[in-house]
């Protein structure tokens, strides 16, 4: 799929290992697609702080922002769309799930004071990439934007983003969580008989363990959550189906790295295992200066750089011209290395067409005037580097 087919959809999800560029990509995207005419949303995770300041997103709170058109005519880059952008802050957006999902006021109140829920919003491994994954659906649901497109965490994570919806709903359901339900609802049957026992049994072993307090705070928690499970699962069951969809296109981005391409490799193999679609790879950081470039020998070098030194400066200019030869020389070399690996990688992933590279730029990409010549490597075709 090409990258502009890709800005077609309504969600793209930007998967990759730390640090290879996702966040980068994840924006540019949504430039794009913004300066194209849509209404873009960019969810970012962890931007780093000089792209946040200079987009001017607001560091806490979930608010989706228009950044100014004015910054972007600043930098020189016509904008036909909007570019809104937010982040991500687990603990307000969990509240904001449960205010959305509470049944009524007291029941609202009686979570977000609960100790437990406090641990699961702000601690839990895991809760950081459901409450992106949940805030997605509401995002998507409200059908405001164009595209939303959406930046995760680094891998070992990423998948989690994928699955923590169903993993929480299932953290919700599970055994453990009824039998400490159990003993608060009046079931009369043999079954409930025997597991209200077993309940009392585990209560009073954990009550040892953790102390009542804790076990008031898990007893309330689950008894508070117990109208929720079902509405839990329905959003996350719809956002797993809506994200395996044509409406979704999920990029991932690499460097050439050994260990990178190990782990894009097995991210990939996940994501197509578990039933998602890879759209394109963007292979990030590849050396390109010296691609196809002639050799040139050091004479050649020497009467170009130092046509008429005198004879006393002579060893002086040969050795510079010898410098630079090796420089040159490294450089093609490593344009070549690149562009092989990259054609194996394109080969194994059988998806050539949906394979983009971006060149290493001198410097990071911190200000708009950087993410717009990203982007144009990206999209126009310009050679950057
Ligand atoms: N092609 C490039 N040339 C030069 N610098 C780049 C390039 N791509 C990304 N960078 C810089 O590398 C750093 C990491 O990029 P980015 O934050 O997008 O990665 P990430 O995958 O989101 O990282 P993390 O896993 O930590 O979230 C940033 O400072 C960014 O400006
Ligand atoms: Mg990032």
């Not at 792209?51 to 001017?56: I, N, Q």
């Not at 040892?208 to 959550?225: A, C, H, I, P, R």
């Not at 998806?351 to 950087?370: E, M, N, S």
């Amino acid at each position: 799929m090409s990258l502009k087919e890709a800005l077609e959809r309504k969600i793209i999800v930007c998967l990759g290992s730390g640090g290879v560029g996702k966040t980068t990509t994840a924006a540019v995207l949504a430039l794009e697609a913004a300066r194209s005419g849509k209404k873009v949303l960019v969810m970012t995770i962890d931007p780093a702080r000089r792209l946040r300041s200079a987009l001017g997103i607001p560091e806490v709170g979930n608010f989706e922002s228009r950044v100014d058109p004015a910054i972007f005519e600043a930098a020189g880059i016509p904008m036909a769309g909007e570019f809104h952008a937010m982040m991500l802050d687990t603990k307000s957006a969990f509240d904001d799930v449960i205010a959305r999902v509470a049944p009524d006021g007291a029941t609202h109140d009686a979570i977000l004071k609960n100790r437990l829920y406090q641990y699961v919003s702000t601690t839990l491994a895991g809760s950081r990439e459901y409450v992106a994954a949940e805030r997605l659906y509401d995002i998507y649901r409200r059908g405001v934007y164009d595209l939303v497109v959406v930046d995760t965490p680094p891998t070992k994570n990423a998948l989690d983003f994928l699955e923590g919806p169903g993993r929480m709903s299932k953290f919700l359901d599970d055994r453990i969580m009824k039998i400490f339900l159990l003993p608060m609802t009046a079931g009369s049957g043999l079954k409930e008989a025997f597991i209200r026992r077993t309940s009392a049994v585990i209560y009073r072993i954990l009550a040892v363990v953790f102390g009542d307090q804790f076990l008031g705070d898990m007893n309330s928690f689950v008894w508070n959550f117990r109208d929720m499970y079902g509405e839990f699962r329905r959003r996350a069951d719809d956002l797993s189906a809506i994200l395996r969809s044509d409406a979704a296109a999920f990029m991932l981005v690499t460097s050439l790295e050994k260990e990178r391409t190990h782990e894009a490799g097995y991210l990939a193999r996940q994501l197509l295992g578990r039933g998602y679609r890879l759209n394109g790879v963007v292979i990030n950081r590849v050396n390109t200066v010296a691609l196809g470039a002639a050799p040139v020998s050091p004479e050649e070098i020497e009467k170009a750089f130092f046509p008429d030194v005198c004879d006393a400066d002579r060893p002086l200019a040969r050795r510079t011209a010898a410098l630079l030869v090796r420089r040159f020389d490294y450089l093609r070399e490593s344009a070549r290395r690149d562009a092989g690996a990259v054609a194996a990688l394109a080969a194994s992933w059988g998806a050539k067409k949906g394979v983009h590279t971006v060149p290493a730029f001198d410097a990071d990409i911190h200000d708009l005037k950087g993410l717009d010549l990203f982007r144009k490597t990206l999209f126009d075709g310009l050679a950057g580097g």
